[in-house]
């Protein structure tokens, strides 16, 4: 058979509508993460494991985001299609070479490429507007695209991905060196800041409870 016949061309998506799920994915982890801890908080008053003056609750905020990261990017990539929250409201998907699903492990590394990208000053993240397939480097690392929702990709067949925004990736590029340098600062000195008024805010919320 020809392998040309079996060939199927899959525009992959560009910056804009990965930057914007990237944010709603964002707000999810952030939120849930002071979901569980607050909810750890009451448990642990309740049964009285710990004493909330010796708890620094800004750190295990840190540590629940990034906890909660891992199960929620990995678990969705691998277990919904590749697709997280984001990516479902925005109608995009992450898929193998081959326009498959991903495995655990190719999920699990993609979230470590999220990690070096983001590490690096974000230039893991930039790469998405400079890259001729728009992968970042997380995608790089894993094999992976991001394209559009879709039930029709080939099952044994070749998968071919082109590019959907030919000349528009250094307006990207510039919005997303400029919000990258500006982010991880504005989250870790906001944490840091709110620590406080984080501390505050759960002792008085437990001593509600005692």
């Keep these: 058979m020809n392998l040309d016949s079996k060939a199927q061309k899959v525009m992959v998506i560009g910056f804009g509508r990965r930057f914007a799920a990237a944010i709603i994915d964002g707000i999810f982890v952030v939120f849930f993460s002071f ?12 049964f009285g494991w710990y004493q909330a003056e010796s708890i620094s609750w800004n750190k295990i905020v840190l540590g629940l985001i990034l906890i909660f990261s891992i199960f929620y990017y990995v678990g969705m990539w691998s277990r919904s299609n590749g697709q997280t ?40 993240f930039i790469w998405v507007a400079i890259d001729k397939k728009r992968r970042g480097w997380h995608d790089l690392l894993a094999g992976t695209y991001v394209i559009s929702i879709r039930d029709d990709l080939p099952k ?25 340098l500006t982010t991880p600062a504005a989250l870790f000195s906001g944490l840091w800041f709110l620590g406080p008024a984080i501390n505050g805010f759960i002792d008085k919320l437990l001593s509600g409870l005692g």
């Design 35 to 46: 979901v569980i801890m607050l909810a750890l908080a009451v448990i642990g008053r309740i």
């Design 85 to 124: 929250f984001g990516k479902l409201m925005l109608g995009i998907q992450v898929v193998s070479r081959d326009g498959g699903p991903l495995t655990l492990a190719k999920a699990f590394l993609r979230y470590v490429g999220y990690l070096v990208g983001g590490i690096c000053a974000s230039l893991g």
């Design 156 to 180: 044994d067949g070749v998968v071919i991905f082109e590019l959907s925004d030919p000349g528009k990736g250094w307006i990207w590029l510039v919005l997303w060196g400029l919000l990258a």
